[in-house]
């Protein structure tokens, strides 16, 4: 699946569930039921640059998450953004790794996440 704006929305819309897990981002809290989707959801975070990748460079920030590692912009949206590290999350394919009351000591407040590239 190609990492677009369109596919990110379709796929959380998707996966929402009145009971599936509580997942919770930096603005949105979903519940979501990733089952049969897995694939889809790793295939996209795999499409952001590896500087995301536990093997590299072991994360980054949440601003960088707008381009793919072709350096193509696949969203202007900061919501659709965070959508895909919200489905990473409730994989278990991503987490932010610094505790949310350190965000405000990161540039523009906002959260470095990992994506577990490894098997």
């Known amino acids: 699946m190609k990492l677009t704006h369109k596919n990110v929305e379709d ?11 509580l997942i919770e981002g930096i603005n949105v809290q979903a519940r979501l039921n990733i089952s ?10 795999l ?6 990748y ?21 969203t202007g949206m900061q919501s ?7 489905l990473g999350i409730a994989a278990n394919k991503a987490k932010f790794f610094i505790p949310e009351k350190r965000w405000i000591q990161l ?3 906002m959260p470095y996440f990992v ?4 098997n």
């Open 54 to 74: 536990e093997s590299k460079d072991k994360g980054s920030s949440f601003y960088n998450a707008h381009i793919t590692k072709d350096g193509e912009e696949w």
């Open 11 to 21: 796929l959380f819309k998707e996966c929402l569930s009145e009971t599936g897990i």
């Open 36 to 45: 049969g989707h897995e694939e889809d959801i790793m295939s996209l975070l």
């Open 80 to 86: 659709t953004t965070e959508k895909l590290i919200v």
């Open 107 to 109: 540039p523009g407040d």
């Open 115 to 118: 994506i577990f590239d490894k």
């Open 47 to 52: 499409q952001l640059p590896e500087e995301f």
